[in-house]
């Protein structure tokens, strides 16, 4: 079984006059920097594979992006996934030594900037063997369920403030594409297999980048898990096909407590939590099958704890799971602001009501919190008929001021919660103490600099170390790796590669 992971980073940057550097400007200074840093002789323009075997590179969105190298277990897919967090750190932290007009620069594992609807991704890729049809009906179930482990935020449709397990969740709008870039579908149908074996790639778009090792150890464990079921013939995604899986999805995403429930095939209605546990048998069921990996047994304690945590209640993994984390955080803000969570739900409603008059207006200006506040004669009858409703539950309009406030202050500390250095409040409250996330045996340092020893990224990375180092010129991807100067090619089209065996490079073909 081979797996990896990647993730886009947001980096933003001030200069020494406290002025937000361009984007372009950032991240073009931020890839020659990473050229320079991490070795010169490679011909590709936007990224360097590096000693570990993983891939860094200038994505065509605009952000910098993290792969890792080919993995056979999900510690170590979450060791190299860490270990690309503190490349792109200390990256950063020295960028400034050749840009002293740059005096701050900061980078966050972010998924969403909510003002402009920005998304940083975080996917995930799988070796199999199954016809690529057959799996959306095994795992879209999955899936839509899988929002319990989920990055935590807001709701981006909500003009007030909508807590979610899962900010990306409501982004995505179709159950299958091929396409990930202009659409987001639960279930990505592309199959790019990056090998020559016959095997393919499953590449899960719908998630997003975590900071707990818990949560990351198991978005990728049971995910792999699944897959290997269906690889020997299992089905378990018959019994809990949903009938609407995007609603479903949403319907998840805004229940903290899990108890929403979501029609499925039978027509019996199942919470997030009943369909993982069914996935979570099938799985116990086939433990000890000799063609099941040697961590499947640990994946499914750990799954089965988390899952009995969530069921007793949000509390359970609020030093735990990400979007509990956050919510705790945020909970504490507008504690400190004198605002009471549960008038979140009310403000939504009064702010969602006044948007969609406004939008019925058919006004080009689309709609603003300060339109409230100013009053604007398109909103003031329905302000006046929202009265009664916002003050029989304990808030009035006057508090709206505040409430904006505090909105814009829980945007920023959801962008800083993923922060990669101290200053963010993930690593705040690790090194603090307060957590209980963390996953034994996910040793980072070394995968900073050693690839894994068990599939073709222990060739490359020895192999791009060796060429760097002797500053040979070279070309290389995911199957193959060119020896420009000395014309020749080393095949990695097999993803268990063990033996470095080069040959001559083809003449080039020559047209009239």
Request: proline letters at 5%; a neutral charge; hydrophobic letters at 40%.
């Amino acid at each position: 079984m081979v797996m990896g992971g990647e993730t886009e980073y947001a980096i933003s940057a001030r200069d020494t006059q406290g002025t937000i550097v361009d984007q372009l400007t950032l991240l073009a200074r931020f890839l020659d920097h990473a050229k320079r840093t991490l070795g010169q002789t490679s011909t590709a323009d936007r990224g360097r594979f590096l000693p570990n075997g993983g891939l860094l590179y200038l994505d065509s969105g605009l952000h910098m992006e993290w792969a890792t190298p080919e993995c056979t277990s999900p510690f170590d897919v979450v060791r190299f996934l860490k270990a690309g967090d503190r490349i792109i750190q200390d990256l950063a932290s020295s960028m400034t030594c050749r840009w002293p007009d740059m005096s701050e620069i900061f980078c966050s594992r972010s998924n969403v900037d909510y003002l402009s609807k920005t998304l940083w991704a975080a996917h995930e890729s799988y070796m199999h063997e199954i016809a690529p049809g057959a799996l959306p009906a095994e795992l879209v179930p999955f899936l839509a369920s899988r929002v319990i482990l989920g990055a935590g935020g807001w709701d981006y449709r909500s003009p007030a403030l909508r807590f979610t397990l899962s900010p990306r969740a409501h982004f995505i709008t179709q159950v299958t594409d091929r396409d990930s870039q202009h659409s987001r579908p639960l279930f990505h149908t592309k199959d790019e297999p990056l090998s020559r074996t016959g095997s393919h790639r499953l590449h899960v778009a719908c998630s997003e980048t975590l900071c707990s090792d818990v949560a990351n150890v198991l978005r990728f464990g049971t995910t792999a898990l699944v897959l290997a079921l269906v690889e020997r013939g299992v089905r378990p995604g018959r019994e809990v096909g949903l009938i609407s899986p995007i609603a479903a999805l949403h319907r998840f995403a805004l229940d903290p407590e899990c108890r929403a429930r979501a029609v499925i095939a039978t027509r019996q209605r199942l919470t997030a939590l009943e369909i993982q546990r069914h996935y979570l048998s099938s799985v116990e069921r086939n433990l000890g099958e000799s063609d099941l990996p040697d961590w499947a047994e640990r994946i499914c304690v750990l799954w089965k704890a988390t899952l009995d945590d969530l069921e007793r209640g949000s509390s359970r993994v609020d030093a735990t799971l990400d979007w509990a984390i956050k919510r705790r955080l945020f909970s504490r803000r507008l504690g400190s602001r004198g605002i009471e969570w549960t008038t979140l739900r009310t403000w939504d409603t009064a702010l969602t009501r006044l948007e969609h008059v406004w939008n019925a207006a058919n006004r080009d200006q689309p709609f603003e919190l300060r339109l409230v506040l100013e009053n604007d004669p398109t909103l003031t009858p329905e302000i006046r008929r929202l009265t009664p409703f916002v003050e029989s539950q304990g808030v009035s309009w006057s508090q709206l001021p505040e409430f904006i406030t505090a909105r814009d202050e829980l945007f920023e500390l959801d962008a800083r919660y993923g922060g990669l250095d101290s200053r963010g409040l993930f690593n705040a409250l690790d090194a603090s103490g307060t957590l209980r996330h963390q996953v034994p045996g996910l040793d980072v340092t070394n995968a900073v600099t050693s690839p894994p020893p068990d599939t073709r990224a222990r060739i490359r990375g020895d192999v791009v170390q060796r060429l760097s180092r002797a500053g040979t010129k070279y070309a290389a991807d995911w199957i193959k790796i060119c020896d420009l100067d000395h014309r020749r090619e080393l095949d990695l089209a097999n993803p268990f590669e063990t033996q470095e065996e080069w040959r001559e490079m083809p003449a080039p073909v020559l047209t009239r």
